[in-house]
């Protein structure tokens, strides 16, 4: 099968950008980090997120969009992320590689 030029993703972004899938459209850094570590119980800084993140935009599988401003915050706006097409695309591709290599494996819950 032809692979589209730069779609390999690490398990932290794969991770990114189901936190955010479940989380659309109001997935901040902070909501992201908060899902990751609550389903896949993985602790991982902010700063962590952000760089995945920021990965993911360069590649064209992630957007962001600005909220408004909250006094809360101090003025500042939350940065919503959601995945691009381009992204359910390789994270689709990504998910399914993985399940492909899992698939029939005598191992236990990890063959399902």
């Known amino acids: ?13 794969q991770q990114v950008m189901l936190a955010a899938l479940r989380l659309h459209p109001r997935g901040y850094g902070v909501t ?12 991982m800084s902010l700063g962590s997120i952000y760089a995945a993140l920021s990965r993911l935009e360069q590649k064209g599988f992630m957007e962001t969009k600005e909220g408004e401003a909250t006094q809360e915050r ?16 390789a994270l689709d591709e990504s998910m399914n590689a993985i ?6 494996l005598p191992i ?3 063959a399902r």
């Open 1 to 13: 099968m032809a692979r589209t030029p730069n779609t390999d993703l690490t398990l932290l972004e």
């Open 32 to 43: 992201i980090q908060e899902e990751i570590e609550s389903r896949a119980k993985r602790s």
């Open 74 to 89: 101090g003025g500042r706006r939350k940065t919503y992320f959601t995945l691009t097409g381009v992204g359910r695309r």
């Open 99 to 104: 399940d492909r290599l899992r698939h029939d």
């Open 108 to 110: 236990g819950e990890v």
